[in-house]
């Protein structure tokens, strides 16, 4: 059982930076492509950032690129969104999610239904 635990969430001032972090347990995590999603309140689950399992790959939403960056260290089984010039249309649950892939270092994957393990979540809020 593969287990994922975010942190580094919180109340950040608009303009402002969070790094958040995301700690996954279990020996194959370099064999784990993985995403960050988000959900505001009243909305979906939306795709925020996607990286394959070499980290050679990357995806951003549109609303978030340019501002946001996806990396893991596969030494230390940890993947992370730095977030910066946050905005109050940021302000979200954010959850870490993970697959197990067969395909090359290359793939990534952007929809929710496509990965097997969630974090439990961590709030992020940005003030105007």
């Known amino acids: 059982q593969v287990q994922l635990v975010e942190s580094g969430g919180g109340l950040v001032q608009a303009g402002g930076s969070l790094r958040l972090s995301c700690a996954t347990s279990g020996r194959t995590f370099s064999s784990y492509a993985m995403g960050w999603f988000r959900q505001a309140p009243g909305k979906e689950r939306e795709s925020v950032a996607a990286i394959s399992w070499s980290g050679s790959n990357t995806y951003y939403s549109d609303s978030v690129k340019g501002r946001f960056t996806i990396s893991r260290d596969n030494g230390k089984n940890t993947v992370y969104l730095q977030m910066n010039s946050l905005n109050p249309e940021d302000t979200a649950v954010y959850y870490c999610?993970?697959?197990?892939?067969?395909?090359?270092?290359?793939?990534?994957?952007?929809?929710?239904?496509?990965?097997?393990?969630w974090g439990q979540g961590t709030q992020v809020t940005v003030s105007s």
């Open positions: 999610a993970g697959r197990i892939t067969y395909k090359s270092g290359t793939y990534f994957y952007t929809e929710d239904r496509e990965y097997d393990y």
